[in-house]
């Protein structure tokens, strides 16, 4: 006769964990750490990434679209994914798109992206950014160890490991700024080595004052940003790293964008990455974009306008009634089911309870009255785009903790849930005279798309 199993106790939670969780989200923002401790569903979806990561680390390539409905979770779902690579030890960089930060342009867009990036450059030992610095230092200190076993200078030891890079898109000079960064550090040089570590950023503004400073002809600009990225990754894996991954969000910029020229531009970059990424002309490096279905699907303004980009990122005709497909580049995330929200519900009130049942403020039958509750006054949208109930739960915690005898059924059915109408600023762009300065008002989608007809007429 087999023992019944006996369910598992939740394991206590760091009080830095807790707090750090619930006050992101108390602010309706996606936590930078734990987010494993209120992670529900999506097993498959991280399942294909971690093949990726795994694909990186053997020196292979990948590229990832991660699609959804506003509320559906992807810069959440992008924030797992990264603290997985971290884990794999893989250098992540991430950042936003916005009008200011795009993947390809000529005046200085691109390279403010790139620069974005280099700030929130992240390892395991450096997860919150900031992270150059160490990763140069462990490629000097790791080509000192070895020239000192060689008998022979540390200079000669780099030269040697970077002479793979040469032939591409800066790579010469990428040397010599290496190079100029391990004199800096054994002569005690801080100022040389600050400068090394800015050309590496993108900080540099012009071709005379890096010259000046490093001796180098070139610097990062918006024509070279993607081959800067794919220099930076082979890179990484000489200082001893699996890979490296960028991460942007919020697509949505891009479909946004009033002027076609632009659009296009950056969608012929998307190309470039993606082909890259298929045809394993890249090293080490995978890309994960997060994006809405419009900036996916529209044939007007989305990547399906694009007639190369439609045809690779059509989805599998055989996935369909319930079958998926996670091996090609698009991954779609559906919306939370109430099922999944209860249990969101169940980690949340878990986290705040420091993992210890007993410190629980709310009984189990309250979870299901506080979801009805939440149905009763805005329907669906509790769970779909649940930003705004997340946020009422846990400020219904906080006052239950600060409240010791308030009456927990009372709450609930005061509680204040709006509908989060976030999702219409995805749908709202600006004319080609707004984005010059006119004082025209930005336009719906719809309404902007046939004003550029009028244009091409």
């Not at 012929?268 to 990424?277: A, P």
């Not at 089911?337 to 949340?348: C, H, M, R, S």
Request: aromatic residues 8%; neutral net charge; charged residues 25%.
């Amino acid at each position: 006769m087999t023992t019944p199993l006996t369910p598992t106790a939740p394991a206590p939670i760091r009080p830095r964990d807790r707090d750090a969780v619930l006050q992101s989200l108390r602010t309706g923002v996606v936590p930078r750490a734990g987010q494993h401790l209120v992670q529900v569903g999506r097993l498959a979806e991280v399942q294909a990434l971690v093949q990726d990561v795994d694909r990186l680390a053997d020196g292979g390539s990948s590229f990832r679209l991660v699609i959804g409905d506003y509320g559906a979770g992807k810069t959440f779902f992008l924030g797992l994914v990264r603290s997985i690579a971290l884990e794999k030890k893989l250098v992540v960089a991430h950042a936003d798109l916005n009008p200011d930060r795009r993947l390809q342009a000529t005046g200085g867009q691109a390279r403010s992206l790139y620069a974005e990036l280099m700030r929130n450059l992240s390892t395991r030992t450096k997860p919150d950014g900031s992270a150059m610095n160490g990763i140069v230092e462990k490629f000097v200190a790791t080509a000192k160890t070895e020239a000192q076993s060689r008998g022979v200078a540390a200079e000669v030891v780099i030269r040697e490991k970077l002479a793979q890079l040469t032939e591409m898109v800066n790579g010469f000079d990428f040397a010599e700024v290496i190079a100029a960064y391990c004199r800096g550090f054994d002569e005690g040089n801080d100022a040389l080595k600050n400068d090394a570590i800015r050309w590496l950023r993108g900080e540099f503004a012009t071709r005379t004052d890096a010259r000046a400073a490093l001796g180098v002809r070139t610097i990062v600009d918006d024509s070279n940003v993607y081959d800067q990225l794919k220099l930076f990754a082979r890179f990484v894996r000489l200082a001893g790293f699996a890979g490296f991954m960028v991460c942007l969000d919020e697509l949505v910029n891009l479909y946004k964008l009033a002027n076609l020229q632009a659009r296009n531009a950056n969608y012929e970059q998307i190309l470039r990455i993606l082909n890259d990424s298929l045809q394993g002309a890249s090293v080490g490096l995978g890309f994960v974009l997060g994006g809405t279905p419009e900036f996916l699907l529209d044939t007007r303004r989305g990547l399906f306008s694009y007639p190369a980009l439609q045809s690779r990122l059509s989805e599998n005709s055989f996935a369909r009634a319930g079958l998926v497909d996670y091996t090609g580049p698009v991954i779609r995330l559906a919306a939370l089911t109430p099922e999944d929200f209860y249990v969101l519900l169940q980690k949340i009130r878990n986290i705040y309870g420091y993992g210890d049942p007993g410190k629980y403020l709310l009984p189990d039958e309250a979870i299901p009255l506080f979801m009805e509750h939440c149905a009763k006054r805005i329907g669906n949208a509790y769970f779909r785009t649940p930003r705004t109930t997340i946020v009422a739960f846990i400020n219904l915690l906080a006052v239950l903790d600060q409240n010791p005898n308030a009456n927990w059924r009372e709450l609930i059915g005061a509680t204040e849930v709006q509908v989060d109408a976030g999702a219409q600023a995805d749908k709202v762009v600006e004319t080609e005279a707004a984005a010059t300065g006119s004082t025209t008002l930005p336009v719906s989608v719809d309404d902007a798309d046939d004003e550029l007809a009028s244009f091409k007429l």
